[in-house]
């Protein structure tokens, strides 16, 4: 069985450009995750998902940062337009409902 | 506000030893506590999770424990070996939602 699936695995963009970040989560996993890990930090959750729904959006930044989860499959995250303090680890996981999460390799994002 | 706290940063441990890797959070009131172990480069993997009711949890080298009343779990990992260097995280959920609020983990070097 695959796991999650994120692309791309990297990304090197100048500021004020935009990116876009995909996420393809384990068959069957209704919920899905966006998370953001700075160097050295624990993740932090951007956004959860359960389907279609975005359940829990508190942490992401709005002015810049929008996600969808069209048909409650696979999930883009987008940042417009990048600024240099968005250089992180994007991460991306997936879950059964509220069962234990199982995380992609993550995108490591680099804005010069 | 839950924080959890991962102490020491960095470790670095000759091959053959057993070792310690502790983590504390603020609030007792959790759901269940996971440790997951992140490779550079690489996605988080989920080595052990502990319920609230639960104290220890098992898996081959690896003994994780779960004292709630004082914030606390210790990941023991009996005879390390080098492929065991990895950063180790903990987070604790609240609740059922499965929001992980994470550690910023440490370190762990295995010298051969």
């Known amino acids: 069985e695959a796991g999650v699936v994120q692309s791309p695995r990297y990304k090197i963009i100048e500021k004020k450009q935009p990116v876009a970040f995909w996420c393809n989560p384990i068959?069957?996993?209704?919920?899905l995750y966006w998370y953001r890990q700075n160097l050295g930090q624990g993740p932090e959750l951007l956004i959860r998902?359960?389907?279609?729904?975005?359940?829990?959006d508190s942490q992401l930044p709005k002015d810049r940062f929008s996600a969808e989860r069209l048909k409650g499959v696979d999930s883009t995250l987008k940042i417009q337009p990048a600024e240099l303090g968005d250089s992180a680890v994007y991460l991306c996981?997936?879950?059964?409902?509220?069962?234990?999460?199982?995380f992609g390799q993550g995108t490591r994002l680099t804005v010069v | 506000k839950q924080e959890v706290t991962q102490i020491p940063a960095a470790l670095s441990v000759p091959e053959g030893e057993n070792l310690v890797l502790n983590c504390s959070f603020t609030?007792?009131?959790?759901?269940?506590l996971q440790w997951f172990r992140q490779d550079p480069g690489k996605g988080l993997t989920s080595l052990l999770l502990?319920?609230?009711s639960q104290r220890e949890q098992t898996s081959g080298r690896l003994n994780a424990s779960l004292d709630k009343s004082s914030g606390r779990s210790t990941l023991y990992i009996a005879a390390s070996q080098p492929g065991d260097s990895a950063t180790y995280l903990c987070?604790?959920?609240?609740?059922?939602?499965?929001?992980?609020?994470w550690g910023a983990g440490t370190k762990l070097i295995i010298k051969p």
């Open positions: 068959s069957g996993h209704n919920t």
């Open positions: 998902y359960e389907n279609e729904e975005a359940v829990d």
């Open positions: 609030d007792s009131a959790i759901y269940n």
């Open positions: 502990i319920q609230s």
């Open positions: 996981a997936s879950s059964l409902w509220n069962t234990e999460a199982f």
């Open positions: 987070a604790v959920s609240p609740d059922s939602n499965y929001q992980l609020i």
